[in-house]
């Protein structure tokens, strides 16, 4: 009797648990509409994170909007600034020297240069025309051919110095660590320049200012483009190992292709080198064979604007000539 009564209450209880699964499991509906409530709120998720996204990309993109103007709009009031002055030709020289040394020693060319035609028994226009040449062609003509030689020697290892960075920066140090090391070990005058430009941020200077400073002494299209790059990744952040990599693959193309321009006009030079060059040859193969030939050139008035001319003629077709033997990258 006691096992009826146990199997009948097992049988109950199995049947209302079967009858309240049944009741209670949910059916293919609501699990449809289960489902349907959570993709509803994934979408919203996602809608609200794609929203904020978007959000810091626009504001992302406004800030190197703004960069971007800034630094075109300081671009063109540099290249609207006026001629340079002495001292800012001597620095980008490099010379350690003010402008009154570079005076002094301007009046030391001409009293040489003028010595020269005196001692050589020239006419007095070409003893005065000595002197100036001396004391305001040949000296600024030296000056900028060290100009030139030291923004070469800047380009050429400037590539280099970005890759340090680069380096320096995927093992962990911090940028201003970089620009130390640079400043250190890195040649002439590419140390000089990064010294200067670290000196400058020590002392309280911003990045932008140092920066600015930076393209006032050495002012190259390189400069600005690392300026750029540096500035837009202090104001709206990323990755800067990769943007100086990208930069420095940029600026080996350039040298690539400056290198390739020159041979290719390599031979248009030689040619204006040979033509600008075979007067002065005959003249000076005509005075070695027949000295009193050329005499009324340089004895008579009309010889004398004839050579006049002819040098301003000559000065015209070599300046025509190395304009078009130059191209810029």
């Given at each position: 009797?006691?096992q009826?009564?146990l199997?009948?209450?097992?049988?109950?209880?199995?049947c209302f648990a079967?009858?309240?699964f049944?009741?209670?499991?949910?059916?293919?509906?609501?699990?449809?509409k289960?489902?349907?409530?959570?993709?509803?709120?994934?979408?919203?998720?996602?809608r609200?994170?794609?929203?904020?996204?978007?959000?810091?990309?626009?504001?992302r993109?406004?800030?190197?909007?703004e960069?971007?103007?800034?630094?075109?709009s300081?671009?063109k009031n540099?290249?609207k600034?006026?001629?340079?002055?002495m001292?800012?030709?001597?620095?980008?020289?490099?010379?350690?020297?003010?402008?009154k040394?570079?005076y002094?020693?301007?009046?030391l060319?001409?009293?040489?240069?003028g010595?020269?035609?005196l001692?050589?028994?020239?006419?007095?226009?070409?003893?005065g025309?000595?002197?100036?040449?001396?004391?305001?062609?040949?000296?600024?003509?030296?000056?900028?051919?060290?100009?030139?030689?030291r923004?070469?020697?800047?380009?050429?290892?400037?590539?280099?110095?970005?890759?340090?960075?680069?380096?320096g920066?995927?093992?962990?140090l911090?940028?201003?660590?970089?620009?130390?090391?640079?400043?250190?070990e890195?040649?002439r005058?590419?140390?000089?320049?990064?010294?200067?430009?670290?000196?400058?941020?020590r002392i309280g200077?911003t990045?932008e200012?140092?920066?600015?400073?930076?393209?006032e002494?050495?002012?190259l299209?390189?400069v600005?483009?690392f300026?750029?790059v540096?500035?837009?990744?202090?104001?709206?952040?990323g990755n800067l190992?990769?943007?100086?990599g990208?930069?420095?693959?940029?600026?080996?193309?350039r040298?690539?292709?400056?290198?390739?321009?020159k041979?290719?006009s390599?031979?248009a030079?030689a040619?204006?080198y040979?033509?600008?060059?075979?007067?002065?040859?005959?003249m000076?193969s005509?005075?070695?064979?027949s000295?009193?030939?050329?005499?009324?050139?340089?004895?008579?008035?009309?010889g004398?604007?004839?050579?006049?001319?002819?040098g301003m003629?000559?000065?015209?077709g070599?300046?025509?000539?190395?304009?078009?033997?130059?191209?810029?990258?």
């Amino acid at each position: 009797m006691d096992q009826q009564i146990l199997i009948v209450v097992v049988l109950g209880v199995v049947c209302f648990a079967a009858l309240a699964f049944v009741l209670l499991a949910p059916t293919d509906k609501d699990r449809a509409k289960k489902r349907l409530s959570s993709l509803q709120t994934s979408k919203s998720n996602r809608r609200s994170s794609n929203a904020k996204d978007e959000a810091q990309n626009k504001q992302r993109r406004r800030k190197l909007t703004e960069s971007l103007d800034a630094l075109e709009s300081k671009a063109k009031n540099l290249k609207k600034k006026k001629r340079l002055t002495m001292d800012q030709t001597l620095e980008q020289a490099g010379l350690p020297i003010n402008r009154k040394h570079f005076y002094f020693a301007s009046v030391l060319t001409a009293l040489f240069f003028g010595l020269i035609g005196l001692i050589s028994d020239q006419k007095l226009w070409i003893i005065g025309l000595l002197i100036v040449v001396g004391g305001f062609g040949f000296p600024r003509w030296v000056i900028n051919f060290l100009r030139k030689r030291r923004q070469k020697k800047f380009v050429n290892e400037f590539s280099n110095a970005i890759d340090v960075i680069v380096r320096g920066v995927k093992s962990g140090l911090p940028v201003s660590e970089c620009l130390k090391i640079i400043a250190r070990e890195a040649p002439r005058p590419v140390s000089d320049e990064f010294h200067m430009f670290t000196e400058s941020m020590r002392i309280g200077m911003t990045m932008e200012q140092s920066l600015q400073r930076m393209y006032e002494r050495m002012p190259l299209q390189e400069v600005n483009f690392f300026g750029i790059v540096l500035l837009i990744q202090q104001k709206t952040g990323g990755n800067l190992a990769e943007a100086l990599g990208n930069l420095s693959t940029v600026l080996r193309s350039r040298k690539l292709m400056e290198g390739k321009i020159k041979a290719l006009s390599a031979e248009a030079k030689a040619s204006a080198y040979i033509i600008g060059s075979l007067p002065f040859l005959v003249m000076g193969s005509v005075q070695l064979s027949s000295p009193d030939y050329l005499d009324p050139l340089f004895n008579t008035r009309v010889g004398n604007f004839i050579l006049i001319g002819a040098g301003m003629w000559m000065m015209t077709g070599i300046m025509v000539m190395k304009k078009m033997t130059q191209i810029k990258v």
